[in-house]
């Protein structure tokens, strides 16, 4: 079984400021972890992915996340805010299992203040 | 053109109403899926399909069922809608064969209403 909690339903940071989206997951095996973030009234867009290469993982926009192993967790970070960072991120889960399902987090809001 | 397209993208009905969602892709994927979203709960499976001929219950699946015509083509039926089906819709489609962390790549969703 696989699960995955993000800490935080709603973040808000100033423009300029370090984004911090916390992820913790739950895998009975090795997991693959993903960060998929939607804009308002768009799709799920991949942001970056671990698949058991390098612990620390560069996306798209400025954002990394790095895996923790000890921790289980894979939280998501970006130096500096941009109001165009408003947006819904969801952290998912899958493993190497046959069915390789993905398991999604409830999701969090983050704003951008001005 | 967009590879994962979904129709219609918002869609009002009532209580009772049959209704038929659908998704194509253009990516040549064997997998597809169905995920529903709501507010604070994330995304939840509902259906998935691994080719043409096998189609598999997910989390959420009752009050539901698919159809996948054709590689590219699964579709989404409620036979008779309900209020607590009003939802944002996602299909997504995969190749495992790819890449074993079968990373999955997501319609634009359909907002459904059921009133």
Redesign the interface.
């Given at each position: 079984a696989q699960s995955v909690t993000q800490l935080g339903s709603h973040v808000s940071v100033s423009e300029g400021a370090l984004v911090l989206l916390r992820c913790n997951y739950s895998s009975s095996v090795p997991p693959y972890l993903f960060w998929y973030v939607q804009y308002p009234n768009q799709g799920l867009q991949l942001l970056l992915k671990y698949t058991s290469a390098a612990t620390l993982v560069k996306g798209i926009n400025g954002f990394e996340a790095e895996f923790k192993k000890s921790e289980t967790s894979f939280h998501l970070t970006k130096p500096s805010a941009h109001m165009s960072d408003a947006a819904e991120y969801f952290c998912a889960v899958t493993s190497s299992g046959s069915a390789r399902q993905l398991t999604f987090g409830s999701g969090t809001q983050l704003t951008v203040l001005p | 053109d967009a590879d994962?397209t979904q129709t219609p993208r918002n869609r009002i009905t009532k209580t009772g109403k049959r209704i038929m969602l659908e998704c194509s892709q253009t990516k040549g994927h064997d997998r597809m899926y169905w995920y529903r979203q709501d507010p604070?709960?994330?995304?939840?499976?509902i259906y998935?399909s691994f080719d043409v001929k096998d189609i598999n219950k997910?989390e959420i699946s009752d009050g539901y069922s698919v159809s996948r015509q054709a590689q590219a083509k699964f579709s989404l039926s409620l036979e008779s809608a309900i209020p607590n089906q009003t939802a944002l819709y996602?299909c997504a489609t995969?190749d495992?064969h790819r890449?074993?962390?079968?990373?999955?790549?997501?319609?634009?969703?359909t907002r459904l209403t059921v009133l």
């Open positions: - | 994962v604070g709960l994330g995304l939840r499976l998935y997910g996602f995969s495992p890449a074993s962390y079968n990373e999955q790549f997501f319609g634009p969703g």
